[in-house]
């Protein structure tokens, strides 16, 4: 018999297949706080959660049956992901049975927002008729901008479209042909917040999303535009966007999720007139509620009746010998796909994954998960992509994952290849771990070099010239960025070379752009690797 533990309020019809399910006992307790949980987890085999309860280390510590978690929605940022792989818990979420409803909240945000429904009704229940006051505007012929086109962001494209709406769309991930086949037109961030009428965000939080629209996009904006998020709190900079209001750029908002959720009751926008607000309602309907249950119910009967099952979103069980042969290898494999993610530009399309030396041997599939992770997160966010979902992330994504195995690695006992393929260039990097070094880049794009994967780094692209170096350490040094450790590589004197600095802390935009000014510098990329 299996103890299962509904520990959010989530759809009873949605459920239903496991309190039916003879070998399930559900026990629903709600709003129960971190002690309370950690008291009673030990004895229950699954547990299913929203997003209210925050399943921490601790609670993982004290599950000591605990096989699986359950999300009922798609976001898994109140789980703890890196504990439950660690104790081999395995996290699922239910990523598509929300779509539709998300979509369609956005949407009628939009509306309330272009037609005052919300300021309207608060003062028609006063008594008071004013028809003055909420002159709106149409969807019609108006250019809508959508940050990220996934799953939401593509459904919120095709009803747009049927509103006579122009579409824009920015996504890392979006080919030209995708857009094309949407019906939709690719643009940068820049160019939509230029050109939209309304401008929709639906990507996750990511260190790259974070603040994506904030002082910078509102000092170009085009005046009059209207704002909604229904994705996560953060993507757009909430005091930045009361100034754009305040300044008569942005002339309203829609927001149902927030930085720090709840909001405080002091929070700005509760009390702004111009601003619309709900409290992360987005999933809120009963369809979906149950679509994300029957989801999540149906794998946790797979997983704990030992059954084939989908939508983990971590670790996947390897036999123990491979798993010590590749494990060493794992760090190594995130961080050349995270680095050569980073180094690139376009949409990519294909990973190239080369295996030299020892590591042919071997079956390699789980560690192209890893490097695949490594890619895509970068993207798609660190909570959405893990070893489990990587490959189906990629492929559900149109990009190829190609394997080249070769018994010889010249120089190494292994070497590793991440080559990624983008709509607009071609980038590579190689690395290897050597006895008492550790992992090692040791090539970029075939330029010899070695680089402990680690921290801040900058790569510059720029020519062989005397006199390059001594400007780079000049202008990072006048803008107090600390340089740790340099590392230059070049094929032909002269010719082109690559150079990658490591620095204290992250290099503010401003002094890369700088760098690129430049005699003879080509590009200067910062790169993170945690
Ligand atoms: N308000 C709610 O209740 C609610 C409900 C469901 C989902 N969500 C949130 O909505 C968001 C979208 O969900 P989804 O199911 O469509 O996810 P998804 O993974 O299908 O789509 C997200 C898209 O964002 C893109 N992206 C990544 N980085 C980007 C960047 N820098 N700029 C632009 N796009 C970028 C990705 O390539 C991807 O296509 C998620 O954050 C999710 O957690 C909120
Ligand atoms: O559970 C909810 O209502 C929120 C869901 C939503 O934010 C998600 O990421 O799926």
């Given amino acids: 018999m299996f103890k299962v533990l509904v520990s959010d309020p989530i759809s009873d019809q949605g459920i239903q297949q496991l309190t039916e399910a003879a070998d399930i006992t559900v026990v629903k307790k709600t709003g129960l706080s971190e002690a309370e949980l950690i008291e009673i987890i030990g004895e229950f085999d699954a547990l299913l959660v929203r997003s209210q309860t925050k399943v921490t280390k601790p609670i993982m510590e004290a599950a000591t049956k605990l096989k699986v978690i359950g999300r009922a929605g798609v976001g898994v940022d109140n789980i703890d992901l890196e504990a439950a792989t660690q104790r081999g818990i395995i996290v699922i979420n239910a990523p598509d049975g929300n779509t539709i409803t998300t979509c369609e909240h956005a949407f009628a945000m939009m509306m309330a927002l272009a037609r005052h429904i919300p300021q309207a009704y608060a003062k028609t229940v006063t008594g008071e008729w004013d028809r003055k006051s909420f002159l709106g505007v149409e969807l ?69 999303t974070r603040h994506m629209v904030s002082r910078d996009q509102f000092a170009i904006m085009k005046k009059g535009m209207r704002i909604i998020n229904c994705a996560r709190g953060g993507i757009i900079d909430e005091v930045a966007l009361v100034e754009a209001i305040d300044n008569g750029i942005v002339a309203g908002a829609a927001f149902d999720v927030f930085e720090s ?34 989801d999540v119910s149906e794998q946790i009967l ?52 080369s295996y030299a030396g020892d590591l042919a041997e071997v079956d390699t599939q789980p560690l192209t998960r890893y490097i695949v992770r490594g890619v895509l997160a970068n993207h798609l966010g660190e909570d959405q992509v893990n070893v489990v979902n990587s490959m189906h992330l990629a492929k559900i994504r149109d990009v190829n994952i190609v394997i080249q195995k070769s018994h010889i690695a010249k120089d190494f006992t292994n070497l590793l290849t991440v080559t990624l393929k983008t709509a607009k260039e071609e980038r590579s990097v190689a690395g290897t771990l050597l006895t008492g070094y550790g992992p090692r880049i040791v090539q970029i794009d075939k330029f010899p070099v070695d680089v402990a994967p680690v921290g801040n780094l900058i790569l510059i692209s720029h020519n062989d010239k005397p006199g390059l170096i001594g400007n780079v350490g000049t202008l990072l040094g006048s803008n107090n960025v600390n340089i740790a450790t340099m590392q230059v590589g070049r094929k032909l004197a002269g010719g082109q070379a690559i150079m990658v600095l490591g620095v204290d802390k992250p290099t503010p935009k401003e002094v890369l752009k700088q760098l690129t000014e430049i005699a003879d510098l080509n590009i200067a990329k910062e790169i993170t690797l945690v």
């Fill in 261 to 294: 959720e709840p909001p405080s009751p002091e929070h700005p926008f509760l009390s702004h007139p111009k601003i619309i607000v709900t409290p992360h309602l987005g999933a809120s309907t009963i369809e979906a509620q149950e679509n994300v249950a029957i």
């Fill in 302 to 353: 797979h997983i704990l009746r030992n059954e084939p099952f989908a939508n983990a979103v971590n670790m996947p069980p390897i036999s123990a010998s491979l798993q010590n042969k590749l494990q060493p290898y794992y760090d190594l494999g995130v961080k050349l796909g995270s680095f050569i993610a980073q180094a690139a530009s376009g949409a990519v399309q294909e990973i190239v994954v």
């Fill in 140 to 208: 019609r012929h108006k250019t809508l901008g959508v940050l990220g086109m996934g799953r939401i962001g593509s459904e919120v494209a095709k009803r747009a479209k049927a509103f006579g709406m122009n579409i824009l769309g920015y996504d890392p991930f979006m080919t030209e042909e995708r857009a094309a086949k949407l019906g939709i037109t690719l643009a940068s961030v820049d160019e939509i917040v230029q050109q939209a009428d309304f401008i929709t965000a639906h990507a996750p939080l990511t260190p790259e």
